[in-house]
């Protein structure tokens, strides 16, 4: 296990021997218990051997999920339906303008390191936004990539990428969600990620200035993909 998350070897997690990994896009938001039911049963067949890794591009309608360390408290406001998950993490929101990535590998074959592969997905979208001049950074207290802004305050800092994993016999699900242009209201329904402390908050590229399509941030992803994962 690594110790310092900023360390991260970007070459630890090459498939070796190669290997292509499958990338599929949604169009249209997709269900978030038909997502969770696709992930189990794609894991399950990459473990058996009779799947190829797959990365699932996709949006969900509006709604909240809570990760194995979440806390009833964190939802301050019903607004949305809310789903118990069995992912890593806390409290989130999902919803349209919001790029959500099911990252399905094997991590038995790649680096069987969890607290690694959590710090490859920051590494990744961190390089995915510096596509758009966008500098994200990563917090040894707080799991997600993190945007200084000072125009809010000395020490503000707002999240712009969630992440939450789960693995079953070393195969990755669930993922990580970027924020493109979701409404950030819907956030203040929630302790998002269990962060209540003022000074940290929430954005997205949008409200950071940069306005993009889906397919903009889907090429950034694609690319920055191949420098962590190979």
Not at 91 to 104: E, K, N, S
Not at 110 to 117: F, I, K, Q, S, W
Not at 162 to 178: K, N, Q, Y
Request: aromatic fraction near 8%; include cysteine.
């Amino acid at each position: 296990m690594i110790n310092d998350r900023q360390s991260l070897d970007l070459r630890a997690f090459a498939l070796p021997g190669g290997g292509a990994v499958e990338w599929q896009v949604s169009r249209t938001p997709v269900p978030y218990l038909e997502a969770v039911a696709a992930m189990e049963a794609r894991a399950g067949a990459i473990a058996d051997g009779k799947a190829a890794e797959l990365v699932w591009l996709l949006e969900h309608p509006p709604l909240y999920t809570s990760g194995t360390s979440g806390k009833d408290a964190d939802l301050l406001d019903a607004h949305f339906p809310l789903f118990l998950t069995g992912r890593g993490g806390q409290l989130t929101y999902h919803g349209p303008g919001q790029r959500v990535a099911y990252v399905m590998l094997d991590l038995k074959r790649r680096r069987p390191d969890v607290r690694a592969y959590v710090a490859g997905l920051e590494q990744w979208i961190i390089l995915a936004l510096a596509a758009f001049n966008v500098r994200g950074e990563r917090r040894e207290d707080r799991v997600g990539v993190w945007v200084a802004r000072p125009d809010k305050g000395q020490d503000h800092e707002d999240k712009i990428a969630a992440i939450g994993v789960r693995l079953r016999r070393w195969v990755s699900f669930h993922g990580i969600s970027i924020n493109v242009e979701p409404d950030l209201s819907h956030f203040q329904a929630i302790v998002p990620c269990g962060v209540a402390d003022p000074r940290y908050g929430v954005t997205s590229l949008a409200d950071l200035g940069q306005f993009l399509t889906m397919a903009d941030v889907d090429v950034a992803l694609r690319q920055a993909f191949r420098e962590v994962f190979g």
